[in-house]
Every structure is written in structure tokens, then in C-alpha cells.
């Protein structure tokens, strides 16, 4: 949702998770020289609407491939179970309160698909839009390409700025080989507003500005609309708190994050799961900002960004499974909303955690669920690969209920979890 210079506008949300989260924003957008300021959440009484189930089919399985459910719920922990397939189809349920999600991984760990709620996005599909092979730019192939089907960019360096669409799989050549480069320009490389179920995996993100004409460049300050990111998700259209559309969240896998303004910014229910992605020396890693829902922010590896590693301004961010090394703050909070922190590993930063409402205890505390402040033992040489002697092999929180594609239990850090295997190359 971009809005107009001179244009108020009201926005009243509904927390899928919470019985609680109701929340308005009344901002207004003056000119480019003086952008919004965001106010406080506020709670008006809840009114969400009965809990229906939510059912997905997932056919066309091998034996051996495995098929992991996360599942973000409201007063628990996130869950995570791999179950290994036989090849019948496997049936998994839940609810319209869930953000629920599940990945296929084959025999080797490579993905095979991914499934958003109903909405799928199928990697296998015999539909391939290939780039530039078949396409010019890639925004012309994610035109023509309809939910399930898979964009498909090959390696080489591309400028453009692209807004993805529901259900449609864009898949770089490996991060390291296929560059989305914002040439220090203040603008946005890929859009998810309009794309639920989708998924963005393979690609380095890097070299995006901050827009002109926010004064205060701080990554909470002005309304969030107002930000440019390597990927950024909105949520546009209408959103009134009865609406149970919103539920599809997209995917953000596999990627390089490197010398952005932002890495990735989740807007206004910008619902999302971000995992087995490396942020790398940019100014703010990942922000969610305006009054988010729950999202997962799992199996990262986050490493010498210069302000933030992780910025949650009134989010429910689940925050698992992490490595957060050398970053002026490792998680900073604006309002009281927190989300589930558990199992990351903290690391040579200036200060761990940074509260800017101080009237709540702090949000986790070194030590306790999993979360520690050890060296994570990298390879090295830009290798963020985890060393034979490493504390965070094997200490992943879900243990053996979702084991990693070799039967080992799961790592924290981007290289661990059921998405594991891949590869930057």
C-alpha cells in the first residue's frame, strides 16, 4: 500500500493468533520532506472471527522424501515435525488461527515444494518460465506465470525491481551466481504484497538505499510503507480483522542479504516465513514494522550488520534457531509485543537485546530456552558453515522431531533445520 503525499488514512487490523490482537494505526503522509511518524498500538475489544480447520493433501510423494509442518502458534513455541514419506499422500491438518507451512525435501534435502496453507507452490512443476532464456526481464515471466509455476532466473547480475505473485516460486541459480543488485538505489528489489504462497529462494539481495526524504533513516520512525528493502511484504487491499484471507504466508529461503539498508521488512500483516537465509553486513537485517502477526524467523545466520540484526516493532516474531554474531544490537524491540525467542546463539555484539519500552521485563534472557552467548565456531573465509566443534551442531530446538535430510539432529544457524542442504553455488 504506497500512499499519497497529503492523504490520511486509517488502519484497523485483526491478529489471526491472538483472541487479543486488535490494533488500529492513524497516520498521515504529508510530503516526501516530512514522511509519517508511527503511533503506538492500540487494543480494542477482540472480535475474531470461530476457528475453522484447514486441511492439505500432499500428493506425488517418493519414499524417502520428507515432509516438515511448522506450525506458529499463539501461546506455545513454534512446532516443527518432519515426517518421512512412503509414498502414499500424507493428509496434515489445522486451523485458520494457524500460520502454517510445510516444506517437501528430497532424498538428498533439496526442496521440492512448499506448501503455504492451500496455497502451494509446487518447485517439481512441469510449467518452467526460464530467464532469459524463454523471457526477457523476470517481472515479464512472473506475469505469465500462474500459482504452482516456477520462475526460473539464470545466474548472471540483474538490476530490475519485481513484484512477485500469488503461488509463483522465484528461484534463483544459487545465491552466489545469481545477483539482484540495487546499485545503492532507494528502492525495493523484490515485493511480496501481493504474493501469498509464494517463494523467493536462491538469490544474493544486495546494495539497496534508504528512500529519500525520511529524515530519521531508523527503521522505526517513519511509517513503514515509507522504507525500501531487499524484499519487502505488505499487506494492500482490505484487511478488516473478519478477513481470514490474509493466511498464506510467502517463503524467503535460501537467500544472501548483503549491504542493504534493510535486508527483508515484513509491513502491516506481512505475514512471512524467513529461514536459511545468510544477512550479511547490512546496515538493518530483517524489520517488522506497523503492526505485524505472527511470523517465523528461523535458521539464520546474521553477521555484521551495522545498526541491527533483527528490529521487531510490534510484532509476534518467533525467533528460532538463530546466529546473531557482531551486530551493533541483536534484537531490538519498540513495543511490548514479543513472540516466542528460543535456541539462537548470540555472539560479539554490542548489546544482545535493545528495549525501547522499558516498562516489560526483558524479553529472553542468555541462558534460558536454548538461547546462549558462545562463539558459533564458522569454517571462516566467508564460510558460515558450521565447524565439527561448534555448540550450536545438533542444539536446534526441535530436536528429533524434525530431523535434518541425513538423520542428524539439527544445527542452528542457516545451514540447519529440515532446509539444510542447500547451497549458496
Excluded at 27 to 56: E, F, K, L, Q, V
Aim: charged share 15%; aromatic share 8%.
Amino acid at each position: 500500500m504506497q500512499l499519497c503525499a497529503g492523504t490520511p488514512f486509517v488502519i484497523v487490523s485483526r491478529m489471526l493468533l491472538r483472541a487479543l490482537a486488535v490494533t488500529s494505526l492513524l497516520a498521515a503522509c504529508t510530503s516526501t520532506a516530512d514522511p509519517p511518524i508511527g503511533d503506538p498500538p492500540i487494543d480494542p475489544p477482540p472480535n475474531d472471527p470461530p476457528i475453522t480447520p484447514i486441511s492439505i493433501t500432499i500428493g506425488d510423494l517418493q519414499p524417502g522424501w520428507r515432509v516438515t509442518t511448522s506450525r506458529l502458534l499463539d501461546t506455545v513455541a513454534p512446532d516443527e515435525r518432519t515426517l518421512v514419506s512412503d509414498g502414499s499422500p500424507i493428509t496434515l491438518t489445522g486451523s485458520n488461527r494457524d500460520v502454517f507451512v510445510a516444506t517437501i525435501t528430497d532424498d538428498t534435502g533439496a526442496l521440492v515444494a512448499t506448501h503455504a496453507m492451500n496455497a502451494p507452490c509446487t518447485l517439481a512443476s512441469p510449467r518452467r518460465l526460464d530467464v532469459p532464456r524463454d523471457y526477457a526481464s523476470i517481472q515479464a515471466a512472473i506475469d505469465a506465470a500462474d500459482p504452482g509455476d516456477t520462475v526460473w532466473v539464470a545466474a548472471g547480475e540483474y538490476t530490475e525491481s519485481v513484484r512477485l505473485r500469488e503461488g509463483v516460486c522465484l528461484l534463483g541459480s544459487g545465491a552466489k551466481r545469481t545477483i539482484l543488485d540495487a546499485h545503492g538505489q532507494g528502492r525495493r528489489l523484490v515485493d511480496l504484497s501481493n504474493a501469498p504462497g509464494s517463494v523467493v529462494s536462491g538469490f544474493t539481495i544486495r546494495n539497496t538505499a534508504p528512500r529519500a526524504g525520511c529524515v530519521n533513516e531508523d527503521p522505526f520512525t517513519c511509517s513503514g510503507d515509507w522504507y525500501t528493502a531487499g524484499v519487502f511484504l505488505g499487506t494492500e487491499g482490505t484487511l478488516g480483522w473478519d478477513n481470514p484471507t490474509i493466511k498464506a504466508p510467502p517463503m524467503i529461503i535460501n537467500n544472501v542479504f548483503e549491504s542493504n539498508y534493510i535486508g527483508v521488512m515484513l509491513n502491516f500483516h506481512g505475514i512471512a516465513v524467513v529461514r536459511n537465509n545468510l544477512f550479511v553486513a547490512n546496515r538493518n537485517g530483517f524489520v517488522a514494522n506497523h503492526y505485524q502477526d505472527r511470523t517465523l524467523l528461523a535458521n539464520n545466520v546474521f553477521i555484521d550488520n551495522a545498526e541491527l540484526a533483527i528490529g521487531n516493532q510490534a510484532a509476534y516474531l518467533d525467533i528460532i534457531d538463530n546466529i546473531i554474531v557482531g551486530s551493533a544490537v541483536g534484537i531490538r524491540f519498540e513495543y511490548i509485543q514479543t513472540g516466542h525467542i528460543r535456541c539462537n546463539v548470540f555472539y560479539a555484539n554490542g548489546a544482545n537485546q535493545a528495549d525501547d519500552y522499558p516498562a516489560v521485563p526483558p524479553r529472553f534472557t542468555i541462558g534460558t530456552d536454548g538461547n546462549v552467548e558462545l562463539d558459533p565456531k564458522f569454517v571462516g573465509n566467508g564460510d558460515y558453515h558450521l565447524d565439527a566443534a561448534s555448540p550450536a551442531k545438533g542444539a536446534g530446538c526441535h530436536g528429533d522431531k524434525a530431523m535434518q535430510f541425513d538423520g542428524s539432529l539439527p544445527d542452528i544457524g542457516a545451514y540447519g533445520g529440515p532446509l539444510a542442504a542447500w547451497a549458496e553455488l
